[in-house]
């Protein structure tokens, strides 16, 4: 089956720095790459995914990468704010398969400090 | 749109006694609902898989007697946690999902007293 392996599991930013967050699968079927954000107490937040027929996908401050020839994938967050703190998880799945589930990395706290 | 409630949030059972969790997708059908089991500082770990209409698939370690899942509709799911023991006290997600986007319930926090 899939396993995702996700680094680091801590990050400490200044605010306005980039942070960056990094992402290996292994089932090479896998082709769709969410990324939840999950702030503490609070359910995980889609915030962003990518398919694997595009390399790179951006929305204002976030973007994701793909590299699917080295099952990699990254999340990259430009000018951090504060309300960026949370834990970040990332997800692989095989969208042509029968299986529906996503497999979830460890997660990375990301802390943002004023 | 792709919203998804959980009930109730919190819950403080005894010892034996059963607790059902509900899940709800509001403003979509949702074909299939996962439910999920987050320690503190952890990660999401799957426990089911369940489509409308047929019987849940559990993933390995997870006692399908003890959390029965029941989806009887294309919006409803349920996980029941029968004879609950301290060691079920957990943070308790479920997920809804149409397609292959997954949008996730506030979740509910389980204490066994």
């Known amino acids: 089956g899939e396993n995702v392996e996700q680094h680091p599991s801590t990050l400490s930013v200044q605010e306005g720095d980039s942070a960056v967050i990094k992402c290996t699968y292994s089932?090479?079927?896998?082709?769709?790459f969410p990324w939840y954000k999950q702030e503490l107490g609070k359910r995980p937040q889609l915030i962003i995914d990518?398919?694997?027929?595009?390399g790179e996908k951006k929305d204002q401050r976030i973007a994701v990468t793909l590299n699917k020839t080295a099952k990699h994938f990254s999340l990259h967050i430009t000018e951090t704010q504060p309300e960026d703190s949370a834990v970040y998880f990332c997800?692989?799945?095989?969208?042509?398969?029968?299986?529906?589930?996503?497999?979830f990395g460890s997660g990375t706290r990301l802390q943002v400090q004023p | 749109g792709a919203v998804v409630s959980q009930h109730p949030s919190r819950v403080i059972c005894k010892s034996g006694t059963s607790v059902k969790i509900e899940c709800r997708s509001l403003?979509?059908?949702?074909?299939?609902m996962f439910w999920y089991r987050q320690f503190p500082k952890k990660s999401l770990m799957l426990m089911a898989t369940?489509?409308?209409?047929?019987?849940?698939?559990?993933e390995q370690g997870v006692e399908k007697d003890k959390f029965l899942i029941n989806h009887a509709s294309l919006t409803l799911s349920t996980l029941t946690v029968t004879s609950a023991h301290p060691e079920d006290s957990s943070f308790y997600i479920c997920?809804?999902?149409?397609?292959?986007?997954?949008?996730f319930g506030p979740g509910t926090r389980l204490t066994v007293t």
């Open positions: 997800a692989a799945i095989p969208m042509d398969t029968g299986r529906r589930a996503l497999t």
């Open positions: 403003d979509f059908q949702a074909t299939t």
């Open positions: 990518i398919r694997s027929n595009v």
């Open positions: 089932d090479s079927a896998s082709n769709y």
């Open positions: 997920s809804a999902s149409q397609t292959y986007e997954q949008y």
């Open positions: 369940s489509n409308e209409g047929s019987k849940a698939t559990y």
